[in-house]
Structure formats: structure tokens, C-alpha cells
């Protein structure tokens, strides 16, 4: 799970990840905005949390352990910046800090839940919300039970719908790591473009890798 939920207190940051962990959503997130329903309709045009196959909510008490597996997998801190285990204490208070929206806590992070089974499947998280600018920062994470099934591109397409059409924001962008091929793959599916390169940016067992910004322009907007 990546983006900054715990950053306010741990002052983390993460990229991408593998689980298809998908820039942001790696391993230290960004939590919590209550979402109250999963229908919203915005002063131009209607929009959905969810769809056929998966919706979007709210962090809940009851995904306090598989936040903590996610967050606490050791193989995908290699994409981000947490370097030390992430205690339940701390995955509690965030969890109970979901009703700051993003406009106050800057952040949000949603479950990623499979309708057939009501089971959370992975997260989504906006981080460095910039209201004045209009953009804020994006990752996801996916388990690796349920990849390449098309979840990613699901979900980011709903959360693109929420950006754009209700917070009204002009971008949202992703740091992805050069070597995370699918994250590449599934950003550029989505219709964000590569504008730029940080050299160097990720230190590796392999050595520093590079890390591809990405950003996705609100074509109405």
C-alpha cells in the first residue's frame, strides 16, 4: 500500500509496488476520507465508486489485518520508503481518523472491495492533495491472489471518474519505478502520459533505479 497515510507522523513516502502495487499504493499509504455513499453526483455530471465487479469505500476496523499484512510485507519496501515494520496501534488511529476529508487531512485512501465476495482485494490512495493547484498524487496496490484480472485498470478508472468529475481536479499524477513494467503498462492504459524521468531516484539491492512521472490531464477540466 503505498502513498503517505502514515506519512503525517512518519513523514513516508512510496512509489509502486509489486503485488502490481501500482505507484503510490506500496507500502506506507495515505489514509482515510469518509466516503458516506458510493453514488455522488457533482454540479456537472454524475458519478460511481463502483461498478460491475468491485466498489470503493472507507478503510474499516475489520481491515486492520489485511492492512497490516500489506503493509508490513517486507518485499515491497524495496518501492517505497519504509524502511521498519508498521505496528497495528498505528494502522488503528489511521483507521480511526477516516472521517478527515482530503481537503483537511490531504490524503485518502479507499479499499478496493470484490463484490462476488465482499472481500478487500487492494487499496487506492490520493496523496499530496494540492486544491490550489488542482492535483494530487496517485497509487494502488492490488493482491497478488487476484492480479491480472483487470482490477487495476477497474479501479483507477473509478477513482479518475472521482478526481475529475467531483473533486474537479486538473491532473492526477504517478511515480513509477522503470523496471515495474505492468505499473507502466497499466498508467499508460489508463491514459497517463510519461512527461519525465528522476535519475537515480530509488536505492535497490540492484543498485539506483529510475523513476517515470506520469501524469493524467483532466481533459474537461
Same mark, same amino acid.
Given at each position: 500500500?503505498? $502513498? +503517505?497515510?502514515?506519512?503525517?507522523? =512518519?513523514? +513516508?513516502?512510496?512509489?509502486?509496488?509489486?503485488?502490481?502495487?501500482?505507484?503510490?499504493?506500496?507500502?506506507?499509504? $495515505? /489514509?482515510?476520507?469518509?466516503?458516506?455513499? %458510493? /453514488?455522488? +453526483?457533482?454540479?456537472?455530471?454524475? /458519478?460511481?465508486?463502483?461498478?460491475?465487479?468491485?466498489?470503493?469505500?472507507?478503510?474499516?476496523?475489520?481491515?486492520?489485518?489485511?492492512?497490516?499484512?500489506?503493509?508490513?510485507?517486507? =518485499?515491497?519496501?524495496?518501492?517505497?520508503?519504509? @524502511?521498519?515494520?508498521?505496528s497495528k496501534f498505528t494502522l488503528k488511529e489511521y483507521i480511526a481518523n477516516s472521517h478527515l476529508d482530503i481537503f483537511e487531512a490531504k490524503q485518502l485512501r479507499?479499499?478496493?472491495? @470484490?463484490?462476488?465476495?465482499?472481500?478487500?482485494?487492494? =487499496?487506492?490512495?490520493?496523496?499530496?492533495?494540492?486544491?490550489?493547484?488542482?492535483?494530487?498524487?496517485?497509487?494502488?496496490?492490488?493482491?497478488? !491472489?487476484?492480479?491480472?484480472?483487470?482490477?487495476?485498470?477497474?479501479?483507477?478508472?473509478?477513482?479518475?471518474?472521482?478526481?475529475?468529475?467531483?473533486?474537479?481536479?486538473?491532473?492526477?499524477?504517478?511515480?513509477?519505478?522503470?523496471?515495474?513494467?505492468?505499473?507502466?503498462?497499466?498508467? !499508460? +492504459? $489508463?491514459?497517463?502520459?510519461?512527461?519525465? %524521468?528522476?535519475?537515480?531516484?530509488?536505492? =535497490?539491492?540492484?543498485?539506483?533505479?529510475?523513476?517515470?512521472?506520469?501524469?493524467?490531464?483532466?481533459?474537461?477540466?
Open positions: 500500500m503505498s $502513498c +503517505k497515510y502514515i506519512q503525517k507522523q =512518519t513523514n +513516508k513516502k512510496a512509489y509502486s509496488g509489486n503485488m502490481i502495487l501500482f505507484p503510490g499504493i506500496g507500502i506506507s499509504g $495515505c /489514509f482515510y476520507s469518509y466516503i458516506g455513499s %458510493l /453514488f455522488f +453526483k457533482s454540479s456537472k455530471k454524475a /458519478f460511481m465508486l463502483y461498478n460491475d465487479h468491485i466498489y470503493l469505500r472507507a478503510p474499516e476496523p475489520e481491515d486492520l489485518d489485511v492492512l497490516y499484512k500489506w503493509e508490513n510485507d517486507s =518485499t515491497l519496501w524495496k518501492f517505497g520508503s519504509t @524502511l521498519s515494520p508498521i479507499l479499499m478496493i472491495i @470484490l463484490k462476488e465476495n465482499e472481500q478487500p482485494v487492494g =487499496t487506492i490512495d490520493l496523496f499530496d492533495f494540492d486544491p490550489f493547484h488542482r492535483r494530487a498524487a496517485i497509487g494502488i496496490l492490488i493482491d497478488s !491472489s487476484v492480479q491480472k484480472q483487470g482490477l487495476g485498470h477497474e479501479t483507477l478508472e473509478l477513482i479518475k471518474n472521482y478526481c475529475f468529475n467531483f473533486l474537479q481536479l486538473h491532473q492526477i499524477y504517478a511515480h513509477v519505478p522503470s523496471a515495474n513494467t505492468p505499473s507502466l503498462h497499466l498508467f !499508460s +492504459k $489508463c491514459g497517463f502520459i510519461q512527461n519525465g %524521468l528522476l535519475r537515480e531516484w530509488l536505492n =535497490t539491492e540492484n543498485g539506483f533505479e529510475n523513476v517515470v512521472w506520469m501524469q493524467c490531464i483532466n481533459p474537461n477540466n
